[in-house]
């Protein structure tokens, strides 16, 4: 067992992921921006949740997560 912490994943690789994985499904009424701000992630989350499917929902947490992170 490893004392090491996990890598954490950052707010706006997720935000990638999301328009990569979700644009088309969840997305559809944002607009990707080339660098995000936590604010950008998160406003994006809302919509993963009610649009996307459960693996939308797990990134949506995921990136909630990342941006409280910043704080």
Same mark, same amino acid.
């Given at each position: 067992? &490893?004392? /090491? %912490?996990? /890598?954490?994943?950052? #707010?706006?690789?997720? #935000?990638?992921?999301?328009? $990569?994985?979700? +644009?088309? &499904?969840?997305?559809? &009424? &944002?607009? %990707? @921006? %080339?660098? %995000? *701000?936590p604010?950008?992630?998160?406003?994006? *989350?809302?919509?993963?949740? @009610? $649009? +996307?499917?459960? $693996?939308?929902?797990?990134?949506? /947490? =995921?990136? $909630? =997560?990342?941006?409280?992170? *910043?704080?």
């Open positions: 067992m &490893s004392n /090491e %912490p996990k /890598e954490a994943v950052d #707010y706006a690789s997720l #935000y990638r992921r999301a328009f $990569e994985k979700f +644009g088309a &499904s969840a997305l559809w &009424s &944002s607009k %990707p @921006v %080339p660098d %995000p *701000t604010a950008d992630a998160l406003a994006i *989350t809302h919509s993963l949740r @009610v $649009e +996307g499917d459960r $693996e939308a929902r797990r990134l949506a /947490e =995921q990136i $909630e =997560q990342a941006c409280r992170a *910043t704080l």
